[in-house]
């Protein structure tokens, strides 16, 4: 099964609102709430942002915030800081204790 | 808090296995699984399997699944990966992370483990 589709990069300027995709199917996004996103910073370990589409945990940012429509979530992180630039990855649940990341997305803060 | 603590690079040739460990601490360690993940240089991140700390209950991705075995030792709240007949595509960083029911939350991650394969 190929990753999920998300775009490579999503740039933009600060204090704007970018908004990261991540396209699957039936089987995957589109059936379960169990969709995470991820922050990674340059030589460091993923971090969770968001779980189950669009809860946060605690101690992070409540600029970023998460949806799904069909087989697509969405990653918005708005008012956008220097110290967002970093790769995303989404993540989904697919049955059967197996799980898929996407691509990854770079986010560049112009 | 809770946290895992992986053990060191390794370097291997291709056709050699690899043993990495991960050693949880700050939290009842069968009460969770531990996933583990990796990233080949410059690449996205792979999801290779998860293991129940509860019941040995393990799931492994396809592609891999021929070539790896996932273990726990609950006296030691340590799970381990072992990844057998070593190629250099599997030169990456491999990570152990925190998975209550393999849905793919996270919550916790360790540092990481660099595995290189080259003759």
């Known amino acids: 099964q190929s990753a999920l589709t998300q775009p490579a990069s999503v740039s933009g300027s600060p204090g704007q609102s970018i908004t990261i995709s991540c396209t699957g199917t039936?089987?995957?996004?589109?059936?379960?709430?169990?969709l995470s996103w991820y922050q990674q910073h340059p030589g460091q370990a993923p971090k969770l942002i968001i779980s189950?589409?669009?809860r946060r945990p605690s101690g992070v940012s409540n600029r970023f915030s998460g949806s799904k429509s069909g087989n697509t979530a969405s990653l918005t992180i708005s008012g956008l800081q220097a110290e967002d630039e970093a790769d995303y990855y989404c993540?989904?649940?697919?049955?059967?204790?197996?799980?898929?990341f996407g691509g990854g997305t770079k986010v560049t803060v112009l | 808090q809770a946290q895992l603590v992986q053990s060191g690079a390794e370097v291997k040739k291709p056709g050699a296995s690899v043993n990495i460990s991960c050693k949880a601490s700050?939290?009842?360690?069968?009460?969770?699984?531990i996933s583990w993940v990796r990233q080949a240089p410059g690449q996205g991140l792979e999801w290779m399997g998860w293991?129940?700390?509860?019941?040995?209950?393990?799931k492994y991705e396809e592609k891999v699944q021929d070539r790896v075995t996932m273990t726990t030792d609950t006296s030691e709240s340590t799970a381990y990966m072992e990844l057998r007949s070593l190629r250099p595509d599997d030169t990456a960083m491999y990570y152990c992370?925190?998975?209550?029911?393999?849905?793919?939350?996270?919550?916790?991650w360790g540092p990481g483990t660099l595995v290189i394969v080259s003759s």
């Open positions: 992370a925190r998975d209550k029911y393999s849905t793919g939350l996270y919550q916790i």
């Open positions: 700050g939290y009842t360690f069968t009460s969770y699984g």
């Open positions: 293991i129940s700390a509860h019941n040995g209950n393990t």
């Open positions: 039936n089987n995957d996004v589109g059936s379960y709430n169990l």
């Open positions: 189950e589409v669009s």
């Open positions: 993540c989904s649940y697919l049955g059967g204790s197996a799980v898929m």
